[in-house]
């Protein structure tokens, strides 16, 4: 009697969870909100959960969409407040329990605001997508991706479980992820990246590229001038390509694996499989990369 009572109730929690689950995937337009503001304002936004979507247009105004499903409505609760510096919209869930565990909550928003503009997003649980905003980017989530496009300014991004993919940025980057990949394409600035537990890819053409990862690869494709490379993984492989012309003062360093140094106009003071040092073009910046575990392959573009 005691074990049938136990799977009455198991039976039941399944059957609430998957009608929830049903439930949730229907989002309809919960809020609509717009203000006047001027270029080079800033917008915060805190939720405590849901996906930002943000994009630009030609007017002095900011457009907020928020879509949910039921339990978000009925959950949670939004504030808009004007300041001096633009417009801070928070969103806070309201109420717990055991019940409310189970109850997914589907929350979206959807941004357009000018394109001369400062952004501050923090979420706990949802994606973040930017397009063609410019300004001082900073966006934090716990549990989502990041992907920014088509954008400049300064950008300050971290998420502690997903990947960070940042194309056709002008501007320095400091980008980290706890349990992603990195993918940086098209950077013209600083770069400074770091994972936990993914991969580093980078392409760029100019600026200070500092990477680091502890259990991925690192690949850079650099068609620049050196101003300072540093890549570290501990258990990856690090796969450069680099110009013809680029001058460098040299120190490639493996516990593990081997070194491949296809740069044609090297010269090495210290070399062995494991290691060299020496210098690119007679000497320049850093070129620094050392993995504990995996090889380390440099060639020529």
Known sequence: MRNLKLLFIIVLLFTFVI???????????IIERTFSVSSNELLELKTDAGDVSVSTWNKDEISVKVFGNKNAEKKFEFTFDETDFGLRVVGEKRGSGFFNWFKKMSLKYEIILPKKFNIEIKTAGGDLIIDECAGELEMKTSGGDIKLANSSGELNCATSGGDISVSDFLGDCDV???GGDIDMNSVDGDISASTS???IFIVSQAGKLKAKTSGGDIQVDYNGMNDGIYLSTSGGDIKVKLPSTFKADVELKTSGGKVYNNFENSYGSKVTKRKFIGTYNSGGESLVAKTSGGRITISEN
Request: charged share 30%; glycine share 12%; no cysteine.
């Open 176 to 178: 980290s992820t706890s």
């Open 197 to 199: 537990g993914g991969d």
């Open 19 to 29: 009608n929830e689950n049903i439930f949730a995937k229907e989002l309809k337009q």
